[in-house]
């Protein structure tokens, strides 16, 4: 193993490796004041994905590993490629899980997703329905107070935004599936990828009166936001996922460490299935596991989630040897053909 290696991809819990990191480059140095909040330190998502309550995770490779550590040195998104089902998303999961770096704050984007929408929202109809609901509540019309006394309230940073808070250790955010999404977003996240900041105007029109306001994160804890600007301090973590579905702007593409990931195999196979059934379960469930790696040989893609799928049924269903390949033969239809 590497001695700069900072994530081993061993999935073995190790919070101090991330206290190993060097100084950013200058280039991709902040110094915003540090923000104090309480971070999420697993969720049942990483769980479900990884599988950590009953065997050590699925190693990276060493390309893998290489370059995901060098989006980690040098303070850059990683951009991840690869067909659905090879673990695209599962490696931010694992990176957060072994460096103790919280929950990943996950943004799954769609055709309609903009950058507002990972940054933050304002709720300004529920703001004005819950004053409109005081002012009938009181006999009079109530002097106007303090902005902030209620603005916060209707604010909450997505998760994006929630990332670019200026912790002293790096959140782990998750684009998923960034090829998906309208043709204007990967050119408006490059400013904010590149700065590592953005301004909430709500909160700076009223800067000059209350320059400190309180918000929601997407961990729903509240924090503080001056100013009406949100800076980072240590860059997060991003992955941004893709399908290959389209073709990325060169800015974009510039500012990322690019990863194709590719299906796991062999030992990564193996520590999957262990990782989610136990030490045994690839052994006994060798021939599930070699009709799927059959799909190499003919071309078939086939998402490792369908060989979980297989092996959990078999190992409840159908124990008669006959059954099992019925059950795999299935379930394991290859995602380029339908059934036959």
């Known amino acids: 193993m590497s001695e700069w290696f900072v994530y081993q991809g061993s999935g073995r819990p190790d919070p101090a490796r991330i206290d190993r990191l060097p100084e950013p480059p200058p280039w991709r140095a902040f110094d915003a004041p540090v923000v104090s909040y309480d ?97 009938a509540a009181e006999t009079r019309t109530p002097a106007s107070g303090p902005e902030s006394e209620d603005i916060g309230r209707y604010i909450r940073l997505g998760p994006l935004g929630t990332a670019l808070l200026a912790a002293e250790r790096p959140r782990v955010l998750l684009i998923d599936e960034l090829d998906k999404s309208d043709i204007d977003l990967p050119n408006d996240l490059l400013n904010v990828l590149e700065e590592g900041r953005f301004a909430i105007p709500e909160l700076e029109r009223i800067a000059d009166r209350t320059p400190v306001v309180r918000v ?81 040989a003919d071309g078939a893609l086939r998402p490792t989630d369908q060989l979980l799928n297989a092996i959990f049924l078999a190992q409840h269903a159908a124990r008669d040897p006959a059954r099992r390949e019925e059950i795999s033969e299935l379930l394991m239809q290859p995602l380029d053909r339908g059934p036959r």
């Open 39 to 135: 971070v999420p330190v697993l969720d049942s998502a990483t769980r479900r994905r990884l599988g950590t309550g009953t065997a050590p995770l699925p190693i990276q490779d060493p390309d893998t590993l290489e370059l995901v550590n060098a989006a980690l040195y040098l303070r850059r998104p990683l951009l991840v490629t690869g067909e659905p089902g090879v673990g695209k998303s599962t490696l931010a999961h694992s990176v957060a899980y072994e460096l103790g770096l919280g929950r990943v704050l996950e943004w799954p984007i769609v055709s309609r997703s903009e950058l507002r929408d990972g940054l933050y929202t304002y709720d300004a109809i529920g703001r004005l329905q819950d004053a409109q609901l005081r002012r």
């Open 216 to 296: 929601l994160t997407d961990d729903g804890r509240k924090v503080e936001v001056t100013q009406g600007q949100v800076c980072c301090r240590a860059f997060p973590f991003v992955v941004m996922t893709s399908n290959r579905e389209r073709e990325f702007p060169a800015p974009l593409l510039r500012r990322c460490i690019p990863l194709d990931l590719k299906a796991p195999r062999d030992e990564r196979l193996a520590a999957l299935v262990q990782a989610h059934f136990g030490q045994d379960a690839y052994e006994a469930n060798h021939d599930i596991v070699d009709h799927f790696t059959e799909a190499e």
